[in-house]
């Protein structure tokens, strides 16, 4: 039997390659070449299928220009907000993503940004790099405690819980807020909010682990920034369009929060320029999920629907 045609939008790690090579006749990216909306209507041309990161974005208006015999579209990520669901669903197209995979390695790099933030680790390690270190000093770089202190997370999912148990094994008290309480059981001892509104004040730190997309679009700005206590630490491992960039930015720069530490942005890789600037901002460029070990699983996870698919079973992490 032919093997399906697979258009795969990005280089993918060489174990995931391997497998994409042996199971599927392939169009791949071995430049890692970014495409333009139009670079991907054309390169769907006679495949049935894409295995697709969330660097490309899928609105209706492509989903509609894509060729009938593109049946599947599988998402190299836990995020599928650049995935225009509701488009898929009217052309019949199934969309999968990879969650569960890569909750760990994203929770990690929550704490490094967490700590990072708190504890001034960009500006230390200027210094030291920079020959700018005289001498051991009682007051230089001198941070923020997490033992004792309130970690609220906003978006109790798989990361977000797994990101509370490590906050928690630093003496962190978790509070948080979610479109739906979880079950008591599942809640950890956390304390919930029903609203983000009441869920702020008590925040000495913030980690926002909630999904991207409309709902959720600049939940943190110059209003709700305002009822975290002074001093703060805002940590984002999710989506950058959850924060206005303006907003944090002015307040990181005024002082009413102490720092940021953030892995995603709005408009990826060109960050909003003021960032570069802040000494109190610890920055990562999107690695929440870059480990070896995340990174083949996170392949192999979008593999196994694309195999389900094709082998006329349902796909495991079908989003439609
Ligand atoms: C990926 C992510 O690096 O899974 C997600 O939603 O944000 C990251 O793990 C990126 O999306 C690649 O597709």
């Not at 700590?115 to 920079?130: P, S």
């Not at 000093?137 to 109790?156: A, C, D, H, Y």
């Not at 630490?233 to 303006?246: F, Y």
């Not at 005024?254 to 995603?264: H, I, M, P, Q, T």
Request: aromatic residues 6%; hydrophobic residues 45%.
């Amino acid at each position: 039997m032919a093997k399906p045609r697979l258009f795969v939008t990005r280089l993918l790690p060489d174990a995931v390659e391997e497998r994409i090579r042996r199971d599927y006749d392939a169009i791949l990216n071995p430049e890692d070449r970014p495409y333009t909306p139009d670079d991907l209507v054309r390169l769907a041309a006679g495949v049935d299928g894409i295995l697709t990161t969330s660097a490309e974005k899928w609105p209706a208006e492509i989903i509609a220009r894509l060729p009938e015999r593109v049946r599947i579209i599988a998402s190299f990520s836990v995020g599928y907000e650049h995935i225009d669901l509701e488009a898929c669903r009217k052309r019949g197209i199934v969309a999968t993503n990879t969650p569960d995979v890569l909750t760990e390695a994203t929770a990690d790099i929550a704490m490094l940004c967490l700590l990072g933030a708190a504890r001034r680790a960009w500006e230390a390690e200027t210094m030291l790099r920079q020959r700018r270190w005289e001498r051991w000093k009682s007051t230089e770089l001198l941070g923020l405690e997490l033992s004792g202190r309130v970690l609220g997370i906003v978006g109790m999912g798989r990361i977000g819980l797994a990101t509370a148990r490590r906050a928690r094994g630093f003496g962190m008290v978790i509070h948080y807020h979610n479109r739906r309480r979880l079950p008591a059981d599942k809640e950890e001892g956390a304390v919930y909010h029903a609203t983000l509104e009441e869920l702020l004040p008590h925040c000495h730190f913030l980690s926002l682990n909630a999904p991207g997309g409309a709902e959720t679009h600049h939940l943190l700005d110059a209003r709700t920034i305002e009822l975290l206590p002074q001093g703060a630490v805002v940590v984002n491992t999710a989506r950058g369009t959850l924060i206005d960039d303006e907003a944090l930015i002015a307040a990181l720069r005024s002082g009413r929060l102490f720092a940021a530490g953030l892995d995603v942005f709005a408009g990826e890789p060109n960050i909003h320029p003021g960032y570069y600037d802040l000494p109190n901002c610890f920055l990562l460029p999107h690695i929440g999920s870059a480990t070896i070990e995340t990174r083949n699983a996170m392949g192999f996870r979008a593999l196994d629907n694309l195999d389900a698919f094709f082998a006329g079973r349902p796909a495991p992490d079908a989003l439609t």
